[in-house]
């Protein structure tokens, strides 16, 4: 005669079957993670981002992987025939959470960025950056929106140019930070930045920039500054060949009047 199964035996059995669903389920996330990371989110970061700019953007190779970040290698925006600014970069990480991408077709990403070497050239209209930045066109199968934007251990190398159009001495200064999150539908960043042009000459800024009109308001809060610098850098009226200053501005750039 069979004995009547004791009620440990149940909750044991049930517990494993719990345990087994559990990990089935879970089993089942990681796989289509790892699918969507290694498949699908590589191209649609590289297009996205050549579409964006309307520049070529290389993406390194995929140098490190997990369900919820990817990490690429030494990338490059380079420079065109007509535009000789560009960016080369170490390394960029991408995170996110993969099941909304698999569960909403959209996907918020944090962006950060390691050891980038800027350089930027004014333009004959005395502009720093002629890059047009392009709403995301036509249909895509997962959307990709920007979240937070994190720089570490950058260069930014600037050439000038005087008020005849002559290039100038180039300025080089290292950014140990810069900290950005993206609003109104990536139209707006907000950002917050810190670097130094030697070990004296340091500045704090923060600002927003509006990207789709290029409108901009910084302040900038600099100590020992080379007074040739922000004479040749920012749009100042008047202009200082030597010497340092302590500056606390606020600057507004406003092509069509947004602030």
Do not use: C
Not at 30 to 58: E, G
Not at 77 to 99: G, Q
Not at 150 to 164: H, Q, W
Not at 234 to 247: E, I, Y
Request: zero cysteines; charged letters at 20%; hydrophobic letters at 40%.
């Amino acid at each position: 005669m069979e004995q009547p199964e004791s009620a440990p035996t149940k909750r044991r059995r049930k517990l494993w079957l719990w345990l087994g669903l559990s990990l089935a389920l879970v089993g089942g996330t990681m796989a289509a993670s790892w699918y969507f990371v290694k498949r699908q989110l590589s191209p649609i970061i590289s297009a996205q981002l050549t579409s964006t700019l309307d520049r070529p953007f290389n993406l390194g190779a995929v140098t490190h992987i997990s369900p919820n970040s990817i990490t690429f290698g030494p990338s490059t925006l380079p420079p065109t025939a007509k535009d000789p600014d560009y960016l080369d970069l170490a390394s960029l990480t991408v995170s996110f959470n993969p099941l909304t991408a698999i569960t909403k077709k959209a996907i918020a990403v944090d962006i950060t960025v390691d050891q980038p070497q800027l350089y930027l050239e004014q333009d004959q209209d005395r502009r720093w950056v002629n890059i047009q930045v392009k709403p995301p066109q036509g249909d895509r199968a997962i959307e990709v929106a920007l979240n937070d934007f994190k720089v570490r251990d950058g260069v930014i190398t600037l050439v000038p140019r005087n008020r005849a159009q002559e290039l100038q001495p180039a300025v080089v200064t290292t950014v140990e930070y810069l900290n950005g999150k993206f609003k109104e539908q990536n139209d707006r960043l907000d950002f917050e930045l810190a670097g130094s042009f030697n070990p004296e000459a340091t500045f704090k800024s923060q600002g927003r920039v509006q990207l789709s009109s290029k409108a901009l308001a910084v302040e900038i809060i600099g100590k020992q500054l080379p007074a040739s610098y922000a004479t040749s850098l920012l749009p100042l009226p008047f202009k200082v060949s030597q010497g340092q200053v302590d500056t606390d501005l606020a600057i507004v750039l406003n092509p069509i009047g947004i602030y």
